[in-house]
């Protein structure tokens, strides 16, 4: 279609902008820099008028819009209600003090992510995963311990430590995308809807130990968190659900059923996955160990500084199925980039950027300005 043609939607150019990390002033400012032979400048009120769907967007602004942004024109022009943008609960894991402009620039993150990837999945054209997701609603009977042993016996995993928690998920079903989020208060945030793929991002700024308790507190959302509820009720069943998801109570008594010292934190670490501040507090609540054994141990991992930086260091874990979408479409179809690009919805240096030179983190834009 051509350019005279596009007109853009108010609710893209919100999430297009909050993406970025820019207010409305700055998207106007940007706005007057492309156009250095425009003596107007473009005003915040424009900028506020256009988000409102209180004028029309198109020709020329269309494309100091789609500059200032850094996207394509075509981009800001599809309609979120159509394409299913944003739509769906969203659930993180976030401490209180991530501001609110923080959070929706995350979610936006989210909610174009999983519209780039439709994209890219379309054009490639692979087999389908097989989803393996459900819902366990929690009641009197159904706890959160209960609905992780649920979800490890119906995926039919192992006892014990658990080897790759971003293989687990996208082996069930889900898109799971490591990347900047901008912020060391958030570590993670998911949507699933039923009707698509469970997503999930997940903070490359974590340490690998904390990233995959992070992925297990999110699939505790997914699967037990269908409707909004009280935000600490929910986070304290999350962690429970990731307690018992990654550290099985069976398993957890018998490993510290010798007694407890920090070199044998550090070797449980080094199977388990998970912190040693997590490990000691999952023994504690299950009386694995005494109360004073768990404050002892914890004044010593906070005298040798363990609470900011414990060591061991887990490998963070990669995502496999985006990669491999590219390779899809970049090798095998032989797709040229500017066509790919374009199927993601992206110009074509984001989209070298972010999928073919950072293809193997599976990293998604940390905007700079």
């Not at 789609?66 to 394509?72: E, I, Q, R």
């Not at 997503?199 to 909004?228: C, K, Q, Y």
Request: net charge neutral.
């Amino acid at each position: 279609m051509a350019i005279a043609e596009l007109q853009a939607q108010p609710g893209m150019l919100v999430l297009a902008r909050e993406s970025r990390g820019l207010t409305q002033a700055e998207v106007a400012t940007a706005m007057t820099k492309a156009s250095p032979g425009d003596t107007t400048p473009v005003s915040q009120g424009y900028v506020s008028r256009a988000e409102a769907g209180r004028l029309v967007v198109t020709d020329k602004r269309l494309e100091l819009y789609a500059a200032a942004l850094g996207y394509p024109p075509e981009f800001l022009c599809l309609d979120p209600q159509v394409n299913g943008i944003g739509v769906g609960l969203v659930h993180h894991r976030k401490k209180a003090s991530l501001s609110a402009s923080a959070l929706r620039r995350v979610h936006a993150h989210l909610a174009l992510a999983r519209l780039q990837l439709d994209g890219l999945a379309s054009a490639a054209a692979l087999p389908e995963v097989p989803r393996r997701f459900f819902r366990i609603p929690l009641d009197d009977l159904t706890t959160p311990k209960d609905a992780a042993r649920r979800v490890r016996r119906v995926w039919s995993m192992a006892p014990g430590p658990v080897p790759d928690m971003v293989a687990v998920l996208e082996n069930a079903g889900a898109l799971v995308i490591t990347m900047d989020l901008d912020s060391d208060l958030l570590d993670a945030v998911s949507q699933w809807d039923e009707d698509g793929q469970p997503l999930l991002l997940v903070n490359t700024r974590a340490p690998g130990d904390r990233r995959r308790f992070s992925i297990a507190h999110e699939l505790g959302h997914l699967v037990m968190h269908a409707e909004p509820g009280t935000g600490s009720t929910q986070e304290k069943q999350a962690d429970a659900f990731a307690a018992e998801f990654l550290m099985p109570a069976s398993d957890i008594r018998r490993a510290f059923s010798g007694g407890v010292d920090l070199a044998m934190l550090t070797q449980l670490k080094r199977v388990w996955g998970v912190s040693m501040s997590a490990l000691l507090r999952r023994a504690q609540t299950l009386n694995a160990i005494s109360e004073w054994q768990y404050r002892t141990l914890m004044i010593e991992m906070s005298t040798l500084g363990y609470r900011t930086a414990e060591p061991v260091e887990v490998l963070p874990e990669q995502p496999r199925r985006l990669p491999a979408l590219v390779h899809s479409l970049l090798t095998d179809r032989q797709l040229p980039l500017e066509d790919a690009a374009a199927c993601a919805h992206l110009l074509p240096e984001d989209f070298q950027r972010l999928y073919v030179e950072g293809a193997g983190s599976s990293s998604f834009p940390a905007f700079r300005g």
